[in-house]
């Protein structure tokens, strides 16, 4: 069993920015696959971003349209860590964020593709 924790919420101003930490643990971490998904009130989850694994190639990071060059997904295999960084936060930016893990197999923000999710972190952007 995998287990994902995010950590990092909280309650901010518009400009400012926030760090989010999902760590993983359990049985013999190694998924290929992570991404940060969100949950705005009375919406669906969203895909947010994800960090695939290529093995020798490397790790390449994926953005969903609206979060582009404001949103940076990062991914330390040591710490079985990945974080999202998120700048010039926006009130429409507001929502539970969070993470899952899965194998690199079908498209990547589609929600169904993630094995394990984590319980999600409240981030809320006042104006």
């Known amino acids: 069993q995998v287990q994902l924790v995010e950590s990092g919420g909280g309650l901010v101003r518009a400009g400012d920015s926030l760090r989010l930490t999902c760590a993983a643990s359990?049985?013999?971490?190694?998924?290929?696959?992570m991404g940060w998904f969100r949950q705005a009130p009375g919406k669906g989850r969203e895909f947010v971003a994800a960090?695939?694994?290529?093995?020798?190639?490397?790790?390449?990071?994926y953005y969903t349209d609206s979060v582009k060059g404001r949103f940076t997904i990062s991914r330390d295999y040591a710490k079985n860590t990945v974080d999202l960084e998120i700048h010039t936060l926006q009130p429409e930016d507001t929502a539970v964020y969070f993470c899952?893990?899965?194998?690199?197999?079908?498209?990547?923000?589609?929600?169904?593709?993630?094995?394990?999710w984590g319980q999600g972190t409240q981030v809320t952007v006042s104006s």
């Open positions: 899952a893990a899965g194998p690199n197999n079908g498209p990547y923000y589609s929600r169904e593709k993630y094995d394990y």
């Open positions: 359990g049985r013999s971490f190694g998924y290929d696959r």
């Open positions: 960090a695939i694994s290529y093995g020798w190639s490397g790790t390449t990071a």
